[in-house]
Structures are given as C-alpha cells and as structure tokens.
C-alpha cells in the first residue's frame, strides 16, 4: 500500500522541483541571476550560432559523395547540384529572415520562435542524413536555411535586449567569432570523420552540437522574462544621446529626425487616428531611414565579398599553383583567422562609435581586394602575396562588419524615440536584424554569381577591381550619415556653442520671469477718474 503512495510522492516532489527550475508567478526560477546573466546569454548565441554555421559546413566535404553514392547523381553534375543546394540555403534564409524578425518581435518571449528553429535545424539534419532523393535533399536545405534565419535574428535580438547599444558592439564581435571559428572547424571535422568513420558517424557529431545546444538553449532566461522577477535586468531606457556621437546631440535629438540623415517620413504621423503607415510592419517602415539603409548595404557587401571568394578562389588557386581541393580549402583559413579580431573591433565601435570605422573599413578593404589582380604567376613570391593579400581582407572587412550591426540597433533605437507608441515596448531589434540577415543572404545569392560571370567573361584582374570599387562605393555616404547626418550635428553643436553664449537671462527660471509686487507699476489714478466720467 505505502510503495504507490511513496512512488507518487516522489514523482510530485520531482514535478515540483522541475516547476521551480522553470519558475512561477510567485518564485522566481532556480539560478535566475546566473542564467539571465550577460556572460551566459552571450555564450548562449554565440553556440547556437556556432551550432548552425558547423553544421552547416560539416556536410559540405561530404555531399559531393552522398549526391554520387547514394543519390545516383553523375559525377559530372554533382558540382551543380552542390551549387543548387547552396543557393536554396540562401533564397531559404533570405526569406525567413524579415518573418522570423516580425514573428520575434511581436512574441511574449523570443524563447519559442528559438526553440522553433532549433527544431528545424534538427530536422533537417536528420534528413540529410537519411536522404536518397534530390527532392528530400532540396527540402533538408530549405529548413535549415529557415532554421538559419531563426537562429542570427532572435541571437542578436537577445543580445540587444539583455546588454544594450552601449555593449551591443563587443558582444555582437563574439558572435562573429563563433562564426568564423565554426566556418574553419566544421569542413575540418566534417572530411576527417568521414574519411576516418564514415559517412553516419559525421551526422552523429552533428548530433553531439544540438544536444548541447538544447540544453543551452532551455537553460537560458532571456531577459524580457527575467524581468517578471528582476526588473533591473534587460536593456536600459534608450539613450538620450547616442553612443555613436556621445557630445553631439540636444535635447531635442529624441524628437526630431536630425538624426536620420535625408530621412524618407514614413514614420506614423502624430495625433492622427487613421494613417496608412499604422498599418504596416515596422521593418518596412524602417526602410525608410537612410541611416539603416546604409548599414544594410555593408551585410551585402561582406556577403557578397565572401561569397564571390568562396566561388572563385578555389577555381583560381587550382588554375594557377596547381593546388587540389585539400589546398583551396586552406587558403581560406588566410582569409578567415584575421576575423578573429572582431571583438576588439566592436568594444572600439562601442566606444568611439561606428562611423569612422565602417567608412574606414571600406576603404582598406579595397586595397587588398584590388591588389588581388598581381598575383599573375607561380611562383612561392606570389603565394605568399596571394596569402597576405586575403588576410588583410579578411581583418579588414571586420572594421566595418561589426560596426554596421551596432549602427542598425543605434538607429533602431533613433527610430523608437521618435514614436514610442507604434513600435511598442517590445520595440523592433529583431526585424532590423531581420533586415540585415536578408541583405547577407542576398549577398550570398548574388556573390557566386558576380565573381563567376565576371572572371569567365573579364577576366581575374577585372572582377577583383568590380568588388573593390564596390567595397569603396559606401566609405563617403557611411562617413556623412553613420551615426546621424554629420553637417547636422555640427550644425546643432554650433548652436549649442552660441546659447551658452547668451546673456543669462535668457535663461530665467520661471521664478525669476514672474514680475514681484515692486516691479509692477501702479496705475495712473487721473486716468481712472477720465475714463469712468466718460462711461
């Protein structure tokens, strides 16, 4: 009799104390404080990023054989379905992206729609895994393209809301990181554990990452629910002036436009009931600001630049050093070690602010891009060109990658204070994030495509040249509107200068403005007399 009773107590002490893991009205869940905590939901996005850029490369050695073994793909043809499969990933991402920004942003909790997607990312591993017909292959790539979008929107979107745009840049730095370490270690792994164990054995460390990044993902608090408990975490009020010019603004700089640099209004209007913009997501409304505009151009720029690389170096470096696969694949590791650097890019952007840095960037992303042309001959003087060349590409491209998402959350949050009331508390840093990802997956779509046709048609010296001048196209307009039109500020900076210079009444309290019963002059007793005689 008592072996049911005692079996039922522990299976209620058990739902009890899965219930205060979790958290109620009345208690706060266990380790609130270390869950919820910067350190940890750093660490949180940057795995689930790293989780989706690793699994997404760890497959890449592998399917040209998976299309020939077990599809029955023709050799020849592997390479263009490998292409297609790309591509889908790509169009996938570019699609989920400014949804899954919209679905995050008007969620209670970007927690489901994080979860969701890890989901998704799970699914289509296992499909990839057991796939043996091109169309189930075509599928697995459209979920983790979904999956992808899912994952960078609603990472930086917690990170914006747990830390703020005074930190946004460092942290957003770790995350490229994350990144550019998946990017070198997946294919890495994924050819070894082939080669060594077989072609299951590399689904199953795939696995081993969402496993862990399950655990991760459900032990986290982000920080719109941790203020149930503790109103004093997640992201402080916007700042009255913002990070990028920390001297420049004026009061009235959460007011007026100033800072959106020839901004397009279409922005909701005030005191109207109907307007026809009330009706309209936010990250379409967004689009109308110059200052996000420019920060989207530097996504499709780094997407478009590493995509164009991706597709034609390995051509190039085969065509000229005679190098196989196996030495395509380690160049890039020229290209993608100096990313490392993009932490420390982002604390300076946090503290100087992005302006100077993204338009900078530009232009010294140029340089090596276009000095790519004179690696003409084979010789180990033009490998080692060739070698330093990418890797200043690669640093490079880091002083304006990093900074461009700190300017989309500065002028978001630019974008907020002018009208609290149609953004909401929630407000809108995921479907801006949302926009960006769309942009670096077009650039992922367009990039291939530019330095293939370029190279096949103009030649390996005119496409080098075509991405420079694109990579210099936006140093001046970044340099005037990143961070708020820089003619206004001055402007505004010289008549704050000329106020501080006028004389001190113009500055009476309203104490001082009221006259006092002395000052008052007492009327003309004659002049009563006159005018009552006279009615």
Not at 253 to 270: E, V, Y
Not at 495 to 515: D, I, T, Y
């Amino acid at each position: 009799m008592n072996n049911p009773q005692q079996a039922d107590t522990a299976h209620a002490n058990r739902c009890r104390r899965l219930w205060r893991w979790w958290g109620n009205n009345n208690k706060p869940p266990r380790l609130l404080q270390f869950r919820s905590s910067k350190p940890f939901i750093l660490w949180v996005c940057a795995f689930s990023v790293f989780s989706d850029i690793f699994l997404y490369g760890l497959i890449v050695p592998v399917m040209p054989f998976a299309l020939s073994d077990r599809i029955g793909v023709e050799p020849g043809d592997a390479q263009k379905w490998t292409s297609i499969l790309l591509t889908v990933y790509a169009a996938a991402l570019l699609v989920g992206s400014p949804i899954c920004g919209w679905w995050a942003d008007k969620s209670n909790t970007r927690q489901v729609p994080f979860m969701f997607g890890l989901l998704l990312l799970a699914g289509a591993t296992l499909m990839l895994a057991l796939a043996r017909t091109l169309t189930l292959l075509v599928v697995a790539r459209i979920l983790q393209g979904l999956s992808g979008s899912i994952v960078w929107v609603i990472a930086l979107a917690m990170l914006a809301d747990r830390v703020g745009s005074k930190e946004i840049g460092a942290h957003i730095g770790t995350i490229v990181l994350a990144r550019s370490i998946a990017t070198i270690a997946a294919p890495l792994i994924g050819g070894v554990v082939y080669a060594k164990v077989g072609y299951y054995m590399v689904y199953v460390t795939a696995f081993i990452f969402l496993g862990a990044d399950i655990v991760f993902r459900l032990a986290m608090i982000e920080a719109r629910v941790a203020r149930k408990w503790d109103p004093s975490i997640g992201l402080p009020a916007p700042q009255e002036d913002s990070v990028v010019e920390k001297s420049e603004g004026s009061e009235k700089a959460a007011s007026t436009p100033r800072d959106d640099c020839f901004s397009i209004n279409m922005q909701p209007r005030k005191g109207r009931i109907y307007h026809p913009v009330h009706y309209l997501p936010p990250f379409i409304v967004m689009l109308g600001s110059i200052r996000l505009l420019l920060a989207l151009w530097g996504c499709i720029v780094i997407a478009i630049l590493f995509g164009a690389f991706e597709a034609v170096i390995p051509l190039f470096v085969e065509a000229m050093f005679n190098w196989d696969s196996f030495g395509a694949g380690l160049v890039f590791l020229a290209l993608l070690i100096p990313t490392f650097i993009s932490p420390a890019i982002g604390r300076l952007a946090d503290k100087h602010g992005p302006r100077w840095y993204v338009a900078v960037g530009y232009v010294l992303t140029m340089i090596p891009v276009v000095l790519l042309r004179i690696v003409t001959r084979n010789t180990l003087h033009d490998k080692v060109v060739f070698c330093v060349l990418l890797a200043f590409c690669g640093a490079f491209c880091m002083f304006f990658e990093v900074p461009i998402h700190v300017e989309i959350m500065l002028s978001v949050e630019e974008k907020m204070r002018q009208n609290p009331k149609y953004y909401g508390e929630k407000g809108a840093y995921a479907q801006a994030f949302g926009l960006g990802n769309l942009m670096y997956a077009l650039g992922l779509i367009v990039g291939p495509l530019w330095g293939g046709y370029v190279v096949e048609s103009a030649g390996w010296e005119v496409m080098t040249l075509s991405l420079g001048v694109m990579c210099c196209a936006g140093a001046v307009p970044a340099a005037i509107c990143t961070g708020g039109n820089i003619f206004t500020i001055k402007k505004d900076r010289s008549s704050e200068v000329k106020g501080q210079e006028e004389p001190q009444r113009v500055s009476l309290s309203v104490e001082e403005a009221l006259p006092t019963p002395s000052s008052v002059q007492k009327p003309d007793s004659d002049a009563i007399r006159v005018y009552s005689s006279a009615v």
